[in-house]
Structure formats: C-alpha cells, structure tokens
C-alpha cells in the first residue's frame, strides 16, 4: 500500500514537473512569437520616408550648412554618436551627425567585438546581491538579443569554452552560466552545456592538457565592430538624417535664451577636415557623444566627486587562426590575478586580448611591445606546449580606451552602476560616455529621451528596437550562393561580401561588374609581376654587375 501510495506521489509530483516544463517552454514559445510581431508592428508604425539613394557627401555637406535649424546635432560617429542619430530621426526629429574621422575610428572599432551581458556581472551580482549590477545584465541581454536580430549579416552566436582545471570550479562555473542563460530567458542564443576533457580537447585541440578537468560553454554574440557602427550610420542616413564624416566641431554656439535669459548651446562651429572650410550647424539641442570619459563631467554634476575613472588601455592582437578553432572561442574569466584571457576566432584570424594598463587619454593610442608580449605570454599558458607562440605570428594589435572603471567599493549613483551616463549642463548640452557597445541602442534611447524632455522637442517615441540596419533586410545565410550563382564570384569572396553588405552585397557585386573584372584579377596581377620580377630582375642585376665590371 505504502509502495503504491509513493508511487503515486512520485507520478504526480514527475507529471507535474514535466507539464510545468512543457507549460514554460510553451509560454516561451508563445512570448518569442509576440515578441516577433511587436517588431513588425514597430517598423510598420514608421513613418519617416525611406531613401533609397544614399545621399552623398557632398550633399550631406550641403545639408549641414543649409538646414536653417536641426532638432538634434550629434558630435561622434561611434557607436553611441550613430546610435543617438538614428534613435532621433526615427522619432521625426530633424537630425545631424558629425564625425571628426572615419565612422568608428575611435573606440567603437577597438573592442573585443563580443555582443555580451557581461558573464562576469553577473557573477558580482549574484555574490553582492546586487540588483542593480543584476538589471544591467538583464539589459545587456536584452540587447544581445536585438542586435543579432536587426544586423543578422553582421553579427553572430559565438560558443565560449571556460576551461575548468579544478574540479569544485565544474559545478560553480556551471552554476553561474546557467543562471546567465535564464536570466537571458527567452532571448537565450543557446543553452550553455558541460564537456568533459576529451571532448573539450577534441573541441579545441590547442589546448594545455595538463590538469584540463572539463570544459562549460556558453553563447554570446560576436560582430564586427566597425561595420556594425556603419551600418547604424547609413540607417540614420537612409531615414534622413545629414551625417558626415570628417567634420570636426571646433566649438559650441551659445546664445540667450530670449524666455529664460540664460545662456544655452543652439549649435557648433564645424570644419570640413578635408578642405578646412568652417560653417555653423544650428541646432535646438547639442548631444555630446565624444567618446572616453573622463571625471570632468562627473565633477560638473557634482565637485565632490571622487575620481572613480582612471583610464586604461585594452590592447588586443591578431594572430593566425590556426591559434584557435574556427568556430570556438576560449575565456577564462577569473585569472589568478582577476584578468580576463580570452581568445576568439574573427575573419578567419584568432583575437587574444586584453590588457589592463593606465594610461592618458589620447586620440589614437597605440599598443605597446610590453603589452603585445604580455598577451602572447598569457596566450602560452592556455596552449599545448607543442605550438609554439612567435612574435612573428602577430599579424595587427590595437589599442583601444576603456572610459569607465567603477571602483566596485565605493557605493555611487545608479548610472555609475549601469555604466553610462547622460547629463545635461546648464547650457543645455546633453553628453553620453561610458557604456558599452552591446547596449549603444538602450543608451540611445535613454539619452533621447532626456534630450526631447529637456529641450522641449515635439517627438515620437522610440522607434529602435526590431530596427532592421542596413543590409540586414532581406539577408539569408544562403544569400552569398546566389551571388556565386548570378555573380560567377568565388565561394569566399562571396561569403565575404555577404557577411559585411548583407543585402546591399549585390550593388557592391554590381559595380565589380561594370569594369567587367572579377575580384581574383589581383591575384593573378600580382603573378604577372612575380613573372616579370622574375625574368627582369637577373637581367637587370647582370646589367648593373656588367656595369661595374
Ligand atoms: C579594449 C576594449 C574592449 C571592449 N570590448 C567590448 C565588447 O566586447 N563588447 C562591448 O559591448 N563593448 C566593448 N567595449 C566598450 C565599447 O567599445 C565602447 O563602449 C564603445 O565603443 C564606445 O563608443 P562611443 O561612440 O561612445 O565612443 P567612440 O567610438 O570613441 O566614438 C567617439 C567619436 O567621437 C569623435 N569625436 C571626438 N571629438 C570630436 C569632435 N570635436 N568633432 C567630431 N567628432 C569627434 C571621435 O573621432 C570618435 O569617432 C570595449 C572597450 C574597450 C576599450
Ligand atoms: C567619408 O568620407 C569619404 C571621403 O570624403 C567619402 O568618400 C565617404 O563617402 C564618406 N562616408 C560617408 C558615409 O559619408
Ligand atoms: C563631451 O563629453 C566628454 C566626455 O565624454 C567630455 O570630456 C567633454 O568635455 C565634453 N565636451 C563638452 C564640450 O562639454
Ligand atoms: C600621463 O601624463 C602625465 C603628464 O603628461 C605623465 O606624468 C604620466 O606619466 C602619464 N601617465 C601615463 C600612464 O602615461
Ligand atoms: C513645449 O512645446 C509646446 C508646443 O510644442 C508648448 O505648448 C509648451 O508651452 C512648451 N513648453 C515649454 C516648457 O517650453
């Protein structure tokens, strides 16, 4: 009686688990389709015409300097500057965006290029019960799940190994990234799961055996960078906006409130880089997104402020990609001095990173030999003794300036905590700093927000999320085959072109086309003057021997 009685219990306590299961994964389910067609009804609801035609510089230009007044002027064309412009003229703002360089040449195009909530966050918030550091993963996620969708050309799940060398760190590690999936919930990529050493080995062959125990790996996102933060430019461009690259502003235009009488921003004085020309850009509202941050505008809001921000340089390097799997990256998240070691396979290429070094802020810093050995050093202690790391083997490394790091002691204000700051002086200036790219639309909206409130300006809400960028529309993993098949391009130049144009990839095979050229024509070029070098060259050296004979 007793047996049957708990085991009856049993059965309905299992069915019980299993329909709670089947029932999650189905309001799962349910919320994904939702989710879906809010996205659809988002772009639907747009109303701001659509250019075909990208405009030119030149008539960007033009644009700038014959607007009577812009609703919004952005300073930066990095991923938060582009961000901010397309977040406007989505809202039917009328919108410029200035960039002193090329478009991410500043931090935006020196990052790990990971699309990530930030494993390691959430670690300190779950050790600190910290629910504000557990809401800035939660929306860093968020996010991640976003920017895959709106550039899928671009951007892509990456699976990452955490080797585990001790057994007690197996379940904790576990622990942790299974918590990092569900915090994600339905935006999880994939679910993370456990290997054991062979086929952790199997799975990434380079790596050190001895005291190997498993491996846990999880998902997050990877893009490149730079082309991502272009994509959001020629976006804003599309809806409208006047974006430029090589305009500089040299300084803020102020003027007097006529209702108020106080001083406040009503545009910049710009310069055409190229051929030094300055004009004036009027604009109702100024948003600074200039890039590494620095305690000056902390000590604006408030001149008690301690110097939380001390910068420092992240140096990455490039080095083959026998170094890594082609699809596998390897991180480890918790040095025995609190670095984080990664390696991920990019372009055909393996990233290593990062250092962590102070530095001052500059314009274009430059990584150092110290730091590229160190990294290579770091990169040996990962690898089987049988590959051998060369200097030789690094084929680029750059530098790139981390603006915020938040002392995790000193109890500060929530923005601090989230990573970013928007702030308003008293001329009315907005700035953004700080953040990070994975969360360059969510910093967007909230700075648009807080400009429109601030400023008065009449505009719709946040049109961004589901956004698709450029080249994302019509895009497929298989688009590159067509190229091939109507292009008659090599299989990799077509996937190339794929996975940087996306659907604009076609115009680009286009206008290959007309010269009637195909893209290996470099290829045999460059035989040809091998060939010549190779007849030529003697001959030349007998002349010149001759000569001196
Ligand atoms: C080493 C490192 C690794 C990182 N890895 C990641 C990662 O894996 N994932 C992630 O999500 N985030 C990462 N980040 C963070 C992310 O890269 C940054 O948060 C982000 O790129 C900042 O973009 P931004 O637009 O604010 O700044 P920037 O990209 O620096 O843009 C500022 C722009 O303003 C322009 N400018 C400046 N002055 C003027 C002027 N007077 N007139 C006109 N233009 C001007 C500059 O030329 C520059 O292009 C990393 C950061 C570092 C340093
Ligand atoms: C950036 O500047 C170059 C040089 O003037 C120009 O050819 C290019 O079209 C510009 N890019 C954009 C997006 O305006
Ligand atoms: C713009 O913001 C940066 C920090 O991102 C700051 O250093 C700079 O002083 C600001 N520029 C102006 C004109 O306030
Ligand atoms: C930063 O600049 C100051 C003054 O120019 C210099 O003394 C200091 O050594 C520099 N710091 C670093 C880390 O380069
Ligand atoms: C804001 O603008 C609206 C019209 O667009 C106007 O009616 C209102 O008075 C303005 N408010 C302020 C505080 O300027």
């Given at each position: 009686?007793?047996?049957?009685?708990?085991?009856?219990?049993?059965?309905?306590?299992?069915?019980?688990?299993?329909?709670?299961?089947?029932?999650?994964?189905?309001?799962?389910?349910?919320?994904?389709?939702?989710?879906?067609?809010?996205?659809?009804?988002?772009?639907?609801?747009?109303?701001?015409?659509?250019?075909?035609?990208?405009?030119?510089?030149?008539?960007?230009?033009?644009?700038?300097?014959?607007?009577?007044?812009?609703?919004?002027?952005v300073?930066?064309g990095g991923a938060t500057g582009a961000g901010c412009a397309l977040d406007?003229v989505t809202?039917?703002?009328?919108?410029?965006l200035?960039e002193?360089?090329?478009f991410s040449?500043?931090?935006s195009?020196?990052?790990?290029?990971?699309?990530?909530?930030?494993?390691?966050?959430?670690?300190?918030?779950?050790?600190?019960?910290?629910?504000?550091?557990?809401?800035?993963?939660?929306?860093?996620?968020?996010?991640?799940?976003?920017l895959?969708?709106i550039a899928?050309?671009l951007?892509?799940?990456?699976?990452?190994?955490?080797?585990?060398?001790?057994?007690?760190?197996?379940?904790?590690?576990?622990?942790?990234?299974?918590?990092?999936?569900?915090?994600?919930?339905?935006?999880?990529?994939?679910?993370?799961?456990?290997?054991?050493?062979?086929?952790?080995?199997?799975?990434?062959?380079?790596?050190?055996?001895?005291?190997?125990?498993?491996?846990?790996?999880?998902?997050?996102?990877?893009h490149?960078d730079a082309r991502m933060n272009m994509a959001i430019g020629l976006t804003a461009a599309r809806y409208?906006a006047?974006v430029?690259?090589?305009?500089?502003?040299?300084?803020?235009?102020?003027?007097?409130?006529?209702?108020?009488?106080?001083?406040?921003?009503?545009?910049?004085?710009?310069?055409?880089?190229?051929?030094?020309?300055?004009?004036?850009?009027?604009?109702?509202?100024?948003?600074?997104a200039?890039?590494?941050?620095?305690?000056?505008?902390?000590?604006?809001?408030?001149?008690?402020?301690?110097?939380?921000?001390?910068?420092?340089?992240?140096?990455?390097?490039?080095?083959?990609?026998?170094?890594?799997?082609?699809?596998?990256?390897?991180?480890?998240?918790?040095?025995?001095?609190?670095?984080?070691?990664?390696?991920?396979?990019?372009?055909?290429?393996?990233?290593?990173?990062?250092?962590?070094?102070?530095?001052?802020?500059?314009?274009?810093?430059?990584?150092?030999?110290?730091?590229?050995?160190?990294?290579?050093?770091?990169?040996?202690?990962?690898?089987?003794?049988?590959?051998?790391?060369?200097?030789?083997?690094?084929?680029?490394?750059?530098?790139?300036?981390?603006?915020?790091?938040?002392?995790?002691?000193?109890?500060?204000?929530?923005?601090?905590?989230?990573?970013?700051?928007?702030?308003?002086?008293?001329?009315?200036?907005?700035?953004?700093?700080?953040?990070?790219w994975?969360?360059y639309r969510?910093?967007a909206?909230?700075?648009?927000?807080?400009?429109?409130?601030?400023?008065?300006?009449?505009?719709?809400?946040?049109?961004t999320?589901?956004l698709m960028l450029e080249g994302g529309?019509?895009?497929?993993?298989?688009?590159?085959?067509?190229?091939?098949?109507?292009?008659?391009?090599?299989?990799?130049?077509?996937?190339?072109?794929?996975?940087?144009?996306?659907?604009?990839?076609?115009?680009?095979?286009?206008?290959?086309?007309?010269?009637?050229?195909?893209?290996?024509?470099?290829?045999?070029?460059?035989?040809?003057?091998?060939?010549?070098?190779?007849?030529?060259?003697?001959?030349?050296?007998?002349?010149?021997?001759?000569?001196?004979?």
């Amino acid at each position: 009686m007793a047996f049957r009685k708990a085991l009856k219990r049993t059965a309905i306590v299992g069915g019980g688990a299993v329909a709670a299961v089947f029932g999650l994964s189905q309001l799962i389910e349910y919320r994904k389709t939702q989710a879906q067609l809010a996205h659809v009804a988002a772009e639907a609801e747009l109303k701001v015409p659509f250019a075909d035609e990208l405009p030119s510089r030149q008539a960007q230009l033009a644009a700038l300097q014959n607007t009577e007044e812009f609703d919004v002027l952005v300073v930066g064309g990095g991923a938060t500057g582009a961000g901010c412009a397309l977040d406007a003229v989505t809202r039917n703002l009328k919108t410029a965006l200035v960039e002193r360089s090329d478009f991410s040449s500043g931090t935006s195009s020196r990052s790990t290029k990971l699309i990530h909530g930030g494993v390691r966050y959430l670690q300190k918030a779950i050790m600190k019960l910290d629910y504000e550091q557990y809401m800035m993963v939660k929306e860093a996620l968020h996010e991640r799940a976003n920017l895959l969708e709106i550039a899928p050309h671009l951007s892509a799940p990456l699976p990452i190994m955490l080797p585990v060398y001790k057994w007690w760190q197996l379940p904790y590690y576990w622990a942790g990234i299974k918590m990092y999936d569900l915090v994600a919930g339905i935006q999880c990529l994939k679910s993370s799961y456990v290997l054991s050493k062979t086929k952790a080995l199997e799975l990434f062959p380079m790596l050190k055996k001895d005291k190997l125990v498993g491996a846990i790996v999880y998902y997050d996102g990877q893009h490149n960078d730079a082309r991502m933060n272009m994509a959001i430019g020629l976006t804003a461009a599309r809806y409208g906006a006047a974006v430029a690259n090589y305009t500089e502003v040299v300084r803020l235009l102020k003027t007097n409130d006529p209702l108020t009488g106080k001083e406040r921003v009503c545009g910049a004085r710009c310069r055409d880089v190229i051929t030094g020309q300055e004009f004036d850009v009027k604009a109702k509202c100024v948003i600074n997104a200039t890039g590494p941050f620095t305690d000056s505008l902390r000590k604006m809001d408030n001149e008690e402020t301690q110097n939380i921000c001390q910068p420092s340089a992240g140096v990455h390097i490039v080095i083959p990609g026998y170094y890594s799997p082609d699809n596998m990256g390897l991180l480890d998240p918790a040095t025995s001095d609190g670095r984080v070691i990664f390696f991920l396979p990019w372009e055909k290429m393996t990233i290593a990173g990062t250092t962590d070094t102070p530095t001052n802020v500059t314009a274009h810093p430059i990584p150092g030999e110290d730091d590229i050995n160190f990294i290579l050093n770091e990169v040996r202690n990962y690898l089987s003794p049988d590959v051998e790391v060369r200097r030789g083997d690094v084929l680029a490394a750059w530098s790139g300036i981390r603006p915020l790091v938040t002392d995790p002691s000193s109890k500060d204000t929530q923005s601090i905590c989230r990573n970013h700051i928007v702030s308003i002086s008293d001329t009315g200036l907005v700035t953004i700093a700080g953040g990070k790219w994975t969360t360059y639309r969510s910093m967007a909206e909230e700075t648009l927000d807080a400009a429109v409130k601030a400023h008065n300006l009449s505009s719709e809400p946040c049109k961004t999320v589901g956004l698709m960028l450029e080249g994302g529309k019509g895009w497929t993993p298989t688009l590159y085959i067509r190229l091939v098949q109507d292009y008659g391009l090599e299989n990799e130049v077509a996937q190339h072109l794929a996975a940087t144009y996306g659907s604009k990839a076609f115009d680009v095979a286009k206008m290959a086309q007309v010269t009637g050229q195909r893209w290996p024509i470099v290829g045999k070029r460059l035989y040809l003057v091998i060939i010549l070098y190779l007849i030529y060259g003697p001959l030349q050296c007998k002349c010149s021997l001759l000569y001196f004979i």
